[in-house]
């Protein structure tokens, strides 16, 4: 009979396990004996918690996620302020947090990613995480904008930290993160400004 209270523990070393083995050699050779292997349990545990190799990639990813809920979570709560431009710079901020740049997580984010294309599970967990981001920036715009300008400032600003992500990813330098939430910063702005002109124009023509 397993201890009381192994459980969590044996799926975070799997959970660990599994990014690392990712990181060394990609998801396809990432093996069940491998991992298991690397998290010092045998194979019969991972079909035991996670019922394989699927279900250890779907249950790694939701523990990145959750992370990166945490991250934002804990940004927003520092701020003190309903200023919807600061929460939208926490939101940036999260998402190039230590919790999802480390190698073995970019590693395990792109893996996802390209799995997700041909798995239905996944798919749903990856929309899941798209409309997420998308509501929580469009909820911050929509305080200064119009319904369609907040849908639309929400899109770009999402699109823009997966793409300034993506290439850091990708990148041989790695990943610059000062540069990439300045950018994203920048765009925030931009995007803030030009409906303070609009408004500024409308008062003009009203006069």
Known sequence: MPKVGMEPIRRHQLIKATMEAIDDVGLADATIARIASRAGVSTGIISHYFGGKGGLLEATMRHIL????????QRQRMLGTSDPRAHLRAIVEA?????QISRSVMKT????????????????????NDRRLYSNLCFQF????????????????????????????LAPEGLNIPRAICIAFDFIDEQFNKTADHAGNLEQACR
């Open 109 to 128: 984010w792109l893996a996802f990613w390209t799995t997700s294309m041909h798995r239905d599970d996944l798919m749903r967990l990856q929309r899941v």
């Open 142 to 169: 929509r305080k200064k904008m119009p319904r369609d300008e907040a849908q639309n400032a929400a899109r770009g600003l999402a699109a823009l930290i997966d793409g300034l992500w993506l290439r850091g990813a």
């Open 95 to 99: 998402n190039f947090d230590r919790s």
């Open 66 to 73: 959750a992370d990166l809920g945490d991250a934002v979570s």
